[in-house]
């Protein structure tokens, strides 16, 4: 069956700290790939997203994500991390010419000062 | 610009009790999506609305789910009767549409069925 994955679902890290994400998706064809973040008591807002072009993306607050089309994967990193990055991370997927987005099912990341 | 809007922000409601949800989307745009979002999962599409015609509404358990968007701006989002495994959020999100598709969402509507 379609879906995301995203491993590691709790993930607890230090300041100062790197951090990866991983997201790895099973649907053919050419995708649309978005991370998406929910600060604590916020809403759904996209951090970063990929359409076509350079696979290495750039996102807010110093994230970025790598697009491997050959390994179906859109990991999320940030070299350095902040307290203010204790949040939820959602990866998502979008099959071109099909509306739905799929989304997995989220990483909590605690940042530790 | 002001974002999505939703409201209630929270609702408790006993098994068997009907709810409703309301969402205005973010001024101009044409496509208005509702989700599911059970707790420790992501959000799972319930319905999706191109102006007020239903684009996919696959995963919408129609036996007891309903949506509206009568006139292609705001829309409400129905449950009748509830069941305890329709406890979660409920997001509504819409998006502008064309190429670059970014979906934009509100804060949602935490339901607990008691």
């Known amino acids: 069956a379609q879906s995301v994955s995203q491993h590691n679902h709790h993930v607890i890290l230090s300041e100062a700290a790197s951090l990866e994400l991983g997201c790895n998706y099973s649907?053919?064809?050419?995708?649309?790939l978005f991370w998406y973040v929910q600060y604590p008591g916020q809403h759904l807002q996209l951090l970063l997203k990929y359409f076509s072009g350079d696979p290495l993306v750039k996102g807010i607050k110093g994230f970025e994500a790598e697009f491997i089309k050959s390994k179906f994967s859109f990991n999320l990193r940030k070299p350095s991390v902040q307290w203010s990055d204790t949040a939820e991370y959602f990866c998502a997927v979008k099959v071109r010419g099909n509306n739905r987005l799929a989304f997995g099912k989220g990483n909590q990341v605690v940042v530790i000062p | 610009e002001a974002g999505v809007a939703q409201s209630p922000r929270y609702k408790i409601i006993e098994k068997r009790q009907s709810v409703a949800f309301w969402c205005n989307p973010i001024?101009?745009?044409?496509?208005l999506y509702w989700y599911q979002q059970i707790l420790g999962q992501g959000p799972k599409l319930l319905i999706q609305f191109q102006n007020n015609g239903v684009v996919d509404d696959s995963q919408l358990p129609k036996d007891r789910f309903s949506a509206e968007r009568l006139k292609g701006v705001d829309s409400t989002l129905k449950i009748q009767p509830a069941k305890l495994e329709d406890s979660a959020v409920y997001l509504c999100?819409?998006?502008?549409?064309?190429?670059?598709?970014?979906?934009?969402f509100g804060p949602g509507t935490r339901l607990t069925v008691l």
């Open positions: 001024s101009g745009h044409a496509t």
């Open positions: 999100a819409s998006s502008p549409g064309g190429r670059v598709d970014e979906q934009f």
């Open positions: 649907y053919g064809g050419t995708v649309n």
